[in-house]
């Protein structure tokens, strides 16, 4: 293969030129208008001085400038790094400087991160997209697509060359670039549309953010490949997806958890016509069977499924007739994805048997960016090592039981506690810490922090909620803080979580 992920636009246009492609609120492009697009940008990206393995950043709600980037980098032979726009200017810069990403383009929305990284971040080229929300058509971005040539370009790629540099959250505080290259996508779309049913006809929503592998590669770019219309939201909001669906005729929406919970209380509460819907897909989190039986009693097909940023995503789909007998289970895995279960001493576990959930296929990202260390670690003898507990079935159905070293998802969003506690122990107040995830009514769960204060030290929830704030990205920051006279700790001294989980975990926190 010679022809990487940017070649798609090129052979979609051949093929299915006058058909719609891209929805953006009241901006829509045919297949020859979206790869001319593509073809401009990458252009005017070569003209400024980008070439192939050089990193794009960008800070951008979706829209078809996310996806005119994704598409214009890889024919070039650069790499694209979407970065989460959630996170504050220290965080964004670490991961500026980790990539090297020396050209940069952002959303009006962001343009007080924008700011603030430019007093501590050289770029060489710096593009304003307009507002995402009214599909400013006078941006900047406009300007230097229509002065540049329209011209056919794709650059010479090897399948094991980087497309995409996707940022996942570290377990040690600092953040690893998952290296997933131009096979990686080809692969999970093969596995992603032999799965699910996306053809010519079908009609996607963009609505989960595109910075993370979900919002890209679940169903937008398996689409796009096929040759359906994605429709894209710049942000989650449960009525205007139902809004969108019955206008668009939309036929495929995947959304996390939390976001199939509000959509369901919207449902509950006004009727929209959801008959050009197909199937709906859910992921990221464990979701609970009351949606996914909500879903089922309405003849509307729901799929479960299990990814990671390294598998590019895909390693497993729970099939819609399996929802109820397999319950729990996040399905077996896609056909070249192998799974294993092994103990702490790398043997294989037999059925039933939890143990860590090893992955390997031809989706598997190449490593992480600038760390042969890590790479070499959680890639060793050819598997990627999730860290994830489960085990499988006797049928081969796999079940995730415990995630990746205390990881919290809420609302879709990946949270160590281990980055929360470094940034809390800077408080001058604080002896220990210890963060836990506990149920939230919106979010399914949110981190809490255990603290042990210092003698004669004082500080209240609210000063330690404000003193995060500073540092973390919001849905990072503490929502509950529990004060306690000491941790719970194993003979070697080690906090145990999993007594401060039963003290604090049947806590549900209300919705604000």
Known sequence: MDQGLGYWTTKREMISGNRLAIVNRHRRFTYKEFNRRCNRLANALRDSGVRPGDRVSSLLQNGNEQLELIFAVAKLGAIFLPINFRLTVP??????????????????????????????????????????????????????????????????????????????????????????????????????????????????????????????????????????????????????????????????????????????????????????????????????????????????????????TELAPLVSILDKWDCERKNGSVGYPAFHVDVRIIDDSGQDMPATEIGEILCRGPNMMKGYWNKPEATAEALRGGWYHSGDLGYLDDEGYLYVVDRKKDMIISGGENVYPAELEQAIYGHEAVAEVAVIGIPHEKWQEVPAACIVLKEGASLTENELIEFCNECLARFKVPKTVFFMDELPKSGAGKILKTELRKIHGGITVAAK
């Open 91 to 308: 965080e964004i810069e670490y991961i500026i400087q980790d990539s090297g990403a020396r050209t940069f383009f952002y959303h009006a929305e962001f343009a007080h991160l924008t700011e603030g990284l430019q007093k501590v971040v050289h770029f060489d080229t710096v593009v304003y997209c307009g507002r995402s929300s009214t599909c400013d058509d006078d941006a900047e971005y406009e300007g230097l697509l229509a002065a540049a040539s329209d011209e056919e370009i794709n650059a010479t790629v090897n399948p094991d060359d980087v497309a995409l540099l996707m940022y996942t959250s570290g377990t040690t505080g600092r953040p690893k670039g998952a290296m997933l290259t131009h096979a990686n996508h080809a692969w999970n779309v093969f596995h992603t549309t032999q799965r699910l049913p996306i053809q010519a006809d079908t009609v996607a929503l963009g609505v989960a953010p595109m910075f993370h592998i979900g919002g890209t590669s679940v169903t937008v770019l398996p689409t796009l490949f096929q040759g359906g219309t994605v429709v894209t939201l710049p942000e989650f909001d449960a009525v205007k997806v139902l809004e969108a669906t019955e206008q668009e005729k939309i036929t495929a929406l995947f959304c996390v958890p939390s976001m199939w919970q509000m959509i369901v209380e919207e449902l509950e509460n006004k009727k929209y016509d959801l008959g050009s819907v197909e199937f709906l897909m859910t992921g990221a989190a464990p979701t609970p069977m009351s949606i996914l039986k909500y879903f089922q009693s309405r003849d509307l097909p729901i799929y479960e499924g299990f990814g990671m």
